[in-house]
């Protein structure tokens, strides 16, 4: 397998600190367009060895101290954190000395929910004099656009469900509850915890036929947006192909995100697909959506 070589660039050397998915490898590639300095650091356990194409290095949850050191040898100056990280389980974990040292401030993030998690994350490293940037800033075309994205318009009927969808989400997401909701004709039919949206999706698909949709008869709507007040460098809502065909498969008539606030991988097969299927998709516009969250990015 090749290996990419980059070239010195005028950005600032980027930290990629990769997770599950294939958003790490869009990021580098991105990077290497923009002729942008940067190295991937993939979870063990959680990161595609697709990395290895890149310069990299392989990190554990436990190695805080010998992480910092990393980034500190490759000269990164900015961190992008993307990409499922499962919380780990803390007794087979061996932490090095700074991670111990962190553990009761760890803790103490953990019982607040994820929200206080990745607050915790990006404290951390912002107190070492990195910067944590957003993975929208790294790759512009990541972030949702405002209004029709396919060749498929909601109608009234599905603009109210998106409504309520969004609604439901801020309620929730104050409690820290999941970034998605599924609602057919004013009907909450899902909303997405720890289980994430795909589980979430399979579980509309096995509900009686008469509360959902179906494939001759569209209905109902996935609506993916960030919690009220979420930290947005990280953690972002995120959509891509297996999203669009499981909403498909649960008889939805579409799907709406949070414009800037929520990431579309392969945006163009997404759209594409979408089309194909005869559902639409919406960038739900910043303060628009009737809950007052105008702080989408």
Request: overall charge negative; aromatic content about 4%.
């Amino acid at each position: 397998m090749e290996r990419v070589v980059q070239s010195p660039g005028k950005h600032p050397k980027l930290a990629i600190v990769a997770g599950g998915g294939v958003v790490p490898i869009l990021l580098a590639q991105d990077c290497i367009a923009q002729n942008r300095p940067f190295c991937l650091f993939g979870v063990a356990g959680a990161a595609s060895q697709d990395i290895a194409r890149f310069p990299h290095h392989w990190i554990n949850i436990g190695t805080i101290g010998k992480t910092m050191q990393l980034l500190r040898h490759e000269g990164c100056d900015e961190i992008v954190f993307i990409g499922p990280v499962n919380r780990p389980d803390l007794r087979k974990l061996r932490l090095d000395m700074r991670a111990v040292r962190l553990l009761p401030r760890y803790l103490k993030a953990a019982r607040g929910g994820d929200d206080q998690l990745l607050r915790f994350m990006v404290d951390l490293f912002e107190t070492e004099g990195f910067r944590v940037i957003g993975a929208h800033e790294v790759a512009d075309g990541l972030a949702a656009d405002t209004g029709v994205l396919g060749e498929i318009s909601p109608d009234a009927a599905a603009m109210q469900d998106i409504a309520r969808a969004a609604e439901v989400i801020d309620i929730l997401g104050r409690l820290d509850i999941g970034q998605g909701a599924v609602v057919c004709n004013g009907v909450v039919l899902a909303v997405e915890a720890a289980e994430g949206t795909d589980a979430m999706l399979h579980r509309c698909a096995t509900l009686p036929p008469h509360l959902r949709g179906s494939e001759e008869r569209r209905a109902g709507v996935l609506v993916k947006k960030p919690k009220p007040g979420q930290e947005r460098r990280v953690d972002l809502p995120t959509i891509g192909l297996s999203t669009v065909r499981n909403a498909a498969a649960a008889g939805l008539a579409g799907l709406a995100v949070d414009a800037g606030g929520a990431l579309i991988v392969d945006r163009a097969a997404v759209i594409a697909e979408a089309d194909r299927l005869n559902m639409f998709l919406y960038g739900i516009p910043p303060a628009a959506d009737g809950t007052g969250d105008g702080d989408s990015q």
